[in-house]
């Protein structure tokens, strides 16, 4: 059951990165014919999460003779940890992608940019609060967990209604 629980967790992740990648490519490059890689984004989002499990389960059953309860027991230590390298890089990051020009309307992405850091902090919310979730099994940590999942679906779909009618508005 903890493989199986691992591996989907590992798999919202990666449709998180997948989604964030397929709104780079929208918002940013203005590729609205991201159809053509729908392919590609389910074999990554399925299939590296079940290659890292299997991955992991294989070395440490095979060369470390653990157990299943050894691998996938309680959680010790640290359970959310952000290096500040990331919080320097975003940083360093941020300005260059507000530079960005919009090709076909010649203006830059500074009304885009801050809606997607908006979704990434409450994704990180989300998962903050499913992590401790799993860690200190409080069923309020639960309730938060699913609350900030639901407003992070009704935040992605207003964000993409609004900026699909700011473009509309803008078409010739």
């Known amino acids: 059951v903890a493989a199986v629980t691992h591996y989907l967790y590992l798999c919202q992740f990666s449709w998180m990165l997948i989604q964030s990648v397929n709104f780079w490519y929208v918002l940013v490059m203005n590729d609205e014919h991201t159809e053509r890689r729908y392919l590609l984004f389910f074999l990554l989002s399925w299939g590296l999460p079940a290659f890292v499990v299997i991955l992991l389960i ?41 530079a960005y020009d919009d090709v076909f309307r010649g203006r830059t992405n500074a009304a885009e940019i801050p809606l997607i850091l908006y979704l990434f902090a409450l994704i990180s919310m989300t998962w903050l609060w499913g992590g401790l979730h799993m860690a200190y099994r409080h069923f309020w940590m639960l309730v938060l967990f699913v609350i900030f999942n639901s407003l992070q679906v009704l935040v992605s779909a207003s964000v993409i209604m609004n900026l699909a009618k700011a473009a509309r508005r803008e078409a010739p």
């Open 58 to 98: 294989v070395i440490l059953r095979g060369i470390y003779h653990q157990s299943m309860p050894q691998i996938y027991g309680l959680i010790h230590g640290d359970l959310c940890f952000i290096p500040n390298i990331y919080a320097a890089l975003f940083t360093a990051v941020k300005p260059q992608w507000k």
